[in-house]
């Protein structure tokens, strides 16, 4: 949750400082973001404009809805406006989607769907590390939070693939707050969060079975219990609302099944005894 001290101007001045030093660092000459229509990308893009380097926004829709679709371009038309180191591009990938589900061997009907979503995010990675190399550019990554570190809200190679992330230390609360502190525009404050992977007009909420609101105030009850025996938290827990012990469910639902996003890719370590093991 966006804590009541939070400090939008001080944020922000963070944040470009830190991708300057970052960029510098790097060698390379600017940025490239993905721009969804969201709240996510629309904060990242500005960040990133503001510091000075050249930016290109990209939109990359696949089968998208068209409010989704007019939001981003009137933020890229608004950025491009603000900085004059903006640069718009759309890369229509919905005939690759297409011709790559085609081509695709038929699975399980109940797993489609869902593998198919995260091809969709998959599809925008690749683009935006080929729209990248070509511009001596990085990858920002646009995931805040709750959605990288909690929940695991996100596709793991897809739009988890970037250089690095200058908004995953804020909740999503506190990335609403930036924004319009940012002066983000208003179509894009106002519209309800969704990842956009579907084709349709669910929402996160309903993806999530709970608020962003709701599910920050989780993972803040997680850490602050974390010290905390089994039995003691069953306890804490019993004294919650019914709908506080739902929303510690459905947190702890995805934080499982998403763990595997959140930690370092196994490694087997082959022990010497075995390495030099005699034939």
């Known amino acids: 949750m966006a804590h009541s001290s939070f400090a939008p101007d001080a944020v922000a001045q963070h944040i470009v400082a830190w991708l300057q030093d970052y960029l510098a660092g790097s060698g390379l000459d600017g940025w490239v973001v993905g721009v969804s229509g969201g709240i996510d990308s629309a904060v990242t893009s500005t960040l990133c404009a503001m510091t000075g380097a050249p930016i290109t926004c990209v939109e990359m829709p696949i089968h998208q809805a068209p409010d989704q679709v007019n939001r981003a371009s009137e933020h890229m038309e608004a950025l491009c406006a603000r900085f004059p180191r903006v640069r718009r591009s759309t890369v229509s990938l919905t005939e690759v989607?297409?011709?790559?589900?085609?081509?695709?061997?038929?699975?399980?009907?109940?797993?489609?769907?869902?593998?198919?979503?995260?091809?969709?995010?998959?599809?925008?990675?690749?683009?935006?590390?080929?729209?990248?190399?070509?511009?001596?550019?990085?990858?920002?990554?646009?995931?805040?939070?709750i959605e990288d570190f909690g929940v695991g809200f996100y596709t793991k190679y897809g739009d988890g693939g970037v250089d690095l992330s200058p908004i995953a230390d804020l909740t999503k609360t506190e990335v609403f707050a930036l924004a319009a502190h940012l002066g983000v525009i208003d179509a894009i404050q106002q519209a309800?969060?969704?990842?956009?992977?579907?084709?349709?007009?669910?929402?996160?909420?309903?993806?999530?079975?709970?608020?962003?609101?709701e599910l920050e105030w989780a993972m803040s009850w997680e850490a602050a219990h974390a010290a905390f025996s089994d039995e003691a938290c069953e306890a804490e827990e019993q004294g919650l609302?019914?709908?506080?012990?739902?929303?510690?469910?459905?947190?702890?639902?995805?934080?499982?099944?998403?763990?595997?996003?959140?930690?370092?890719?196994?490694?087997?370590?082959?022990p010497d005894e075995v390495r030099q093991a005699s034939a």
Not at 136 to 142: D, E, F, I, Y
Not at 192 to 212: C, H
Not at 244 to 259: D, F, G, M, P, S
């Open 97 to 145: 989607y297409d011709t790559f589900a085609r081509a695709l061997p038929d699975g399980p009907d109940e797993s489609k769907g869902l593998a198919m979503a995260n091809t969709r995010a998959r599809l925008r990675m690749t683009t935006l590390y080929a729209l990248g190399q070509r511009a001596r550019a990085l990858v920002a990554g646009t995931g805040n939070k």
């Open 192 to 213: 309800s969060p969704t990842d956009g992977l579907w084709g349709d007009d669910r929402t996160d909420e309903d993806q999530l079975g709970a608020t962003y609101p």
């Open 241 to 270: 609302p019914r709908r506080q012990q739902e929303v510690l469910a459905t947190y702890r639902k995805h934080h499982r099944a998403n763990k595997h996003k959140m930690v370092p890719i196994p490694v087997c370590i082959i």
